[in-house]
């Protein structure tokens, strides 16, 4: 018998249930999440702010995190280092996809860095560290004052200066739907 048929017929036992496993036979790896143990992980944030936490913080307060968890990889007023991405066109003559003139919610800045930053320690800011630091990036974007307080909610009242050059797939879903 060639390798080919062999191949054909092992999908077709396969297909029509030769050896096929059920769930009583799969094996019995980990154990269920409770609500507790999944809360931590159950952060999202919406463009509308649904999901920010309490908090607040200033571009002032900002800076002292900024300079403490920040700096190293992004850089003096997050103008970009050998690490990290620049935060902000400071320093630059063009610079495209920065958060300032690219990124449409601010509220995105608060759900990444709340997520993935610092980079080896994710996880790590406290809401109001992450309110703060939004702020921070914010200002030196030139986009909110130094001592705008940032928080749930005038977070989602930011204007991005890009906030109009995407598709909204999750306002389209929502108009499509009423």
């Given amino acids: 018998m060639c390798m080919r048929d062999a191949l054909a017929c092992a999908v077709v036992a396969l297909t029509f249930g030769a050896g096929s496993v059920t769930a009583a036979d799969a094996p019995r790896l980990g154990q269920p999440i409770s ?6 992980w159950d952060i999202g944030i919406q463009p509308d702010g649904t999901g920010l936490p309490p908090g607040s913080g200033t571009a002032v307060e ?11 990889c992004h850089g003096e007023r997050g103008a970009g280092a050998h690490v990290g991405p620049a935060l902000t066109a400071i320093g630059k003559k063009k610079q495209y996809k920065l958060i300032g003139n690219f990124w449409p919610y601010a509220t995105t800045i608060f759900d990444y860095t709340r997520r993935a930053m610092p980079w080896r320690q994710p996880k790590t800011l406290t809401d109001n560290e992450v309110y703060a630091l939004t702020a921070y990036i914010l200002a030196n974007n030139n986009i909110i004052g130094a001592t ?31």
């Fill in 62 to 72: 900002g800076e002292k995190v900024y300079v403490q968890r920040c700096m190293a």
């Fill in 35 to 40: 609500a507790a143990d999944l809360a931590p």
């Fill in 148 to 178: 705008d307080v940032m928080n749930a909610e005038t977070l989602p009242k930011v204007q991005m200066p890009n906030r109009d050059g995407f598709i909204d797939a999750y306002r389209e879903k929502q108009r499509g739907s009423q």
